[in-house]
């Protein structure tokens, strides 16, 4: 499903003295089934635009259209819901919206909201925690027992439980451990590889960024400032620098590396296997060039 | 998201937004008492007057006074039909059981209706001028000789204080919580009566247990920082009267003198 | 480095929450050297808040004895000991007590029953130190959480402590607020010649410390310099951390053929060695 948005406007408490600008004049294309990365720094808009996706936000001006549906200022709160099914949206500390008594019943609620039947949305909530790496043992607990991590994949397989076409992730992995980090991002990895799901990410990790996005937007101000391809997007550090973002490691490195004399081919290195891949022929005897 | 402007303060520098908060508050409850002597076209008047220069004092722009006004609107023309119909006096133009038109009732009316729109406006500007913050520190300090009759004013000061800080937290948080609760399929304010009560639970718990957290860190936060409540501690919040403030007290009691004067004797 | 007296001393010390099979500090004993910049690994669950609160008196031990600036940790001692080790936490949101930054600084002064005129000027200083002077008038609701944790900062300044410990202070904070926070201790401890306690899952800011100490379901498995302890690489990894890029890179050259110095190289060093290969060839 492929999401427009047409010259959106967005302004928080329209209309009174504490009027502010979330989005002004965005105009971009999450195409189906890919995966989008959305960096920039805190109050640059990523979050008033995620809310724009799945229609818990209505443009003040422009126009979102959601696969055949268009939103506009004037569209109606009603029938908003199948949508939301199809546009799962996974909050910023998502473990705050735990509330069952038990981990099924809680990953259960979404479908069951939709209408699926009570077996059927206790099934696919049992699939979905699978998928998150929750086990049977921990279904009749209470959500509030378990660890951060834990909760926070019991919210996440919430929404996948819903079968969503399009997985909406706003900084999922703040203030998880290494590990947990990393099993997140390899279980939505995985979800867009082998299920064909799109993923839209919100993430201040570069690495991330490197490691998995096809197409990055750059926000800054409300606005949309660059967007292309990860190595497209860090090809210029210093216009990076200059929005106060970052290049991913492997990046940062090779350019010390380069500093350093070691003539390391164009483009750039982004992720630590490339670097290595790179660098590997000029280290190796016999490859590397002897006069300097 | 909502334009209701009771109860909103808007940050200022005027004359009246640096007042002592609790000169302000006294005075604005003095004020409103002293509207219900008001009792002829000059009395109404010289309050009305008042009012307006207070209003004009504040800089801030009318239409803030009148959302103000606003919600109270109906309750106003409520009051105001109930005199128009219900006093007898003066001529009576008509009449019908116990229902009468009278020109006592009409310029009762009118009193009772600039009477209403003077208190509102000036609990609004209250309000508008005065930061929350300000507000519970000059009760707390109000209520300072209440500590004679051991009541724990200072803890109670403190309690306000967090509580207020806390409010726009978790307003965020409530927001939060209810869009991610839509996003799974949550329909707040449609369906039955019964179908809105329980879609409140998926917000009431979560917004429950993130107020405990925020308590329990907020405990060790503030122990950590060696608060106990079984030792007296200093005050960096202190609130000041100025010359200002003298000068609006001796401002409301020339007031008082003009409205008893010009009152019907 | 010259090892100074240690200013945190913990000799198996062991904490366990009600209705929890396994203790939370299961035996711990280690020291911190006075002035130095220690941080403090392991995986989430492994106990690291639980050492820090132990150490504040916001958790009771249940065995084993610590001191913390010469001080036995107490319940005579305690109030002495929290204005001597100052903690940032890591919500930004539940250590602001004050209802604006100037009231928030001055909150540890009032406990300390600092006399207003006295506390007017530590207050102001605090706020310069951490750069927030600008916003002493400021409520929380209108702070980034980079700037609410300096002002948080600025509290327990103010109060002169000699320690700071930072419960992953910086966890929740984007990679500028992040930075400012870290750039801010940085000069504060140099300035204030202050010891740092720091639990971080940041192996930029662990490597740039002087000791790591990892610990994990409770128990303390290593302490020691960051070369020595990245050097266990896939001990690490076994434990839920991640290691340090360069050691990626290692790995990673070395399975392509590549043979480099045993132990740690931090990334200059990394960098030296990649060029000493490459041009010796
Ligand atoms: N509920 C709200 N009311 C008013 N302003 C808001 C609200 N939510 C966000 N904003 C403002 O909108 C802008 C964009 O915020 P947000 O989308 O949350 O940014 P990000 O997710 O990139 O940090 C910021 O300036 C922020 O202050
Ligand atoms: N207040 C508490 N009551 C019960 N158990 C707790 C409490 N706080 C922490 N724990 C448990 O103690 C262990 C260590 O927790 P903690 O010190 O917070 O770890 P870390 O800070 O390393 O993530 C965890 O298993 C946690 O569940
Ligand atoms: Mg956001
Ligand atoms: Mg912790």
């Known amino acids: ?292 | 998201m909502n334009k209701l402007m009771i109860g909103r303060y808007l940050p200022g520098d005027s004359l009246v937004h640096k007042m002592d908060p609790r000169g302000k508050i006294v005075l604005v409850f003095y004020f409103i008492w002293l509207v219900f002597f008001a009792d002829n076209v000059w009395s109404y008047l010289t309050v009305g007057l008042f009012t307006l220069l207070a209003v004009l004092l504040t800089r801030i722009k009318l239409i803030y006074f009148w959302r103000g006004i606003q919600p109270a609107i109906f309750l106003i023309l409520f009051t105001v039909l109930i005199q128009v119909f219900f006093t007898r006096g003066g001529q009576v133009y008509w009449a019908w059981g116990p229902f009468a038109l009278s020109s006592a009732g009409v310029v009762n009316a009118w009193f009772i209706f600039f009477r209403l729109v003077i208190i509102i406006a000036m609990s609004t500007l209250l309000t508008l001028t005065t930061s929350p913050l300000d507000i519970s520190g000059a009760l707390s300090s109000l209520m300072t000789p209440l500590k004679w009759v051991h009541v724990p004013v200072d803890i109670i000061a403190l309690m306000l204080s967090i509580a207020l800080r806390f409010v726009p937290t978790l307003m965020d948080e409530t927001v939060r919580i209810m869009n991610a609760q839509r996003a799974r399929g949550v329909d707040f304010g449609s369906g039955s009566l019964a179908q809105q009560i329980k879609a409140i639970v998926p917000i009431l718990i979560p917004l429950f247990v993130s107020a405990m957290h925020h308590a329990e860190d907020l405990d060790d936060a503030m122990t950590a920082r060696g608060y106990r409540t079984d030792a007296p501690r200093t005050a960096f919040r202190v609130i000041q009267w100025h010359q200002r403030d003298t000068l609006s007290v001796v401002a409301f009691a020339a007031l008082t003198a003009v409205v008893f004067l010009v009152r019907m004797p | ?281």
């Open chain 1, 1 to 292: 499903m492929e999401i427009v948005l047409d010259h959106v406007s967005f302004t928080y408490q329209a209309g009174t003295p504490f009027a502010g600008d979330g989005l002004k004049d965005v105009s971009v294309t999450i195409p189906d089934g890919s995966y989008t990365a959305i960096i920039g720094q805190t109050g640059s808009g990523k979050s008033t635009l995620l809310q724009h996706l799945n229609a818990l936000l209505k443009p003040t001006q422009g126009t979102v259209r959601i696969g055949d549906r268009v939103i506009t200022p004037q569209t109606s709160n009603k029938n908003l819901k199948p949508l939301r099914a199809k546009v799962g949206l996974v909050f910023q500390f998502a473990e705050n919206q735990l509330f069952e008594e038990t981990v099924e019943k809680d990953v259960a609620f979404g479908p069951k909201n939709f209408g699926v039947p009570a077996a059927e949305a206790m099934e696919r909530a049992h699939h979905a925690l699978t998928l998150v790496g929750i086990g049977p043992e921990y279904y009749q607990h209470s959500p509030f027992d378990l660890s951060g991590g834990q909760m926070r994949r019991v919210a996440i397989a919430g929404v996948l439980a819903m079968t969503p076409e399009l997985l909406i992730l706003d900084e999922p992995t703040a203030g998880l451990d290494p590990k947990g980090r990393k099993e997140l991002m390899t279980l939505f990895e995985q979800l867009h590889q082998e299920q064909g799901i799109g993923i839209v990410l919100v993430t201040h990790q570069m690495e991330d960024v490197a490691n998995y996005a096809e197409h990055v937007l750059v926000m800054a101000g409300g606005q949309v400032i660059k967007q292309g391809s990860p190595a497209a997007i860090f090809a210029d550090p210093d216009w990076l620098h200059a929005h106060h973002l970052g290049l991913p490691q492997a990046a940062r490195f090779a350019r010390l590396v380069q500093a350093q004399g070691l003539p390391l081919p164009a483009p750039l290195p982004l992720t630590e296997k490339a670097l290595a891949h790179a660098l590997l022929p000029l280290l190796h005897p016999g490859k590397g060039q002897s006069d300097e």
């Open chain 3, 1 to 281: 480095m010259t090892e100074e007296a240690p200013i945190i001393t913990m000799e198996n010390v062991t904490v366990r929450y009600a209705e929890q099979e396994q203790p939370a500090l299961d035996g711990i004993s280690l020291t911190i050297p006075a002035h130095s910049w220690t941080a403090l690994i392991g995986h989430n669950g492994s106990g690291k808040s639980t050492l820090i609160k132990a150490l504040d008196g916001l958790v009771t031990i249940d065995g084993g004895t610590m001191t913390v600036a010469g001080l036995t940790v107490n319940e005579e001692n305690i109030w002495q000991i929290r204005r001597r080790l100052g903690v940032v936490f890591q919500n930004p949101e539940n250590q602001f007590v004050g209802a604006t930054v100037a009231d928030d600084v001055a909150f540890g002064l009032e406990n300390a029953q600092v006399p207003r005129p006295a506390m007017v000027d530590r207050v102001a200083a605090a706020l310069e130190q951490v750069g927030m002077t600008a916003y002493a008038e400021r409520e929380p609701a209108h702070l980034s959480g980079g700037q609410k944790q300096r002002v948080a900062i600025a509290g327990i300044l103010a109060l002169a402590p000699d320690i700071i410990a930072l419960d992953e202070a910086t966890s929740m904070l984007d990679p500028e607020g992040r930075a400012s926070v870290l750039r801010t201790i940085r000069t504060l401890k140099a300035q204030e010649n202050l010891t740092i306690l720091s639990v971080t899952h940041d192996l930029e800011e662990a490597a740039a410390a002087d000791h790591v100490i990892v610990i994990d379901n409770g128990h303390l498995v290593a302490s020691g310099t960051p070369p020595e302890i990245f050097a266990q690489g896939a001990a690490l990894i076994d434990m839920g951390l991640s290691v340090p890029f360069t050691e990626q890179l290692k790995t990673d050259l070395e399975a392509g053929g590549i043979t480099l110095p045993a132990g740690y190289l931090n990334e200059e060093e990394m960098a030296a060695q990649l060029w000493k290969l490459y041009s010796t060839m």
